[in-house]
């Protein structure tokens, strides 16, 4: 869990985790972006760094 007084870069660090986990789980990247109050394109930024994306109309 984060504190208000955690380092930037240990956020950022987080929510990616955070953010790649519920796309493991299954959610959308849009589901994940909304969630996260990110738009489409940096979510996906983010989760092509943290995992593997699938390909499109479903899991690789």
């Known amino acids: 869990m984060l504190t ?5 870069d240990q956020v950022e660090h987080q929510l990616a985790e955070d953010a790649a986990r519920l796309y493991d789980q299954g959610w959308s990247i849009r589901q994940v972006a909304d969630k996260f109050d990110y738009n489409y394109g940096a979510m996906r930024r983010i989760l092509r760094k943290h995992t593997t994306l699938s390909t499109r109309g479903g899991r690789p």
Do not use: T
């Open 4 to 8: 208000k007084d955690a380092a930037p």
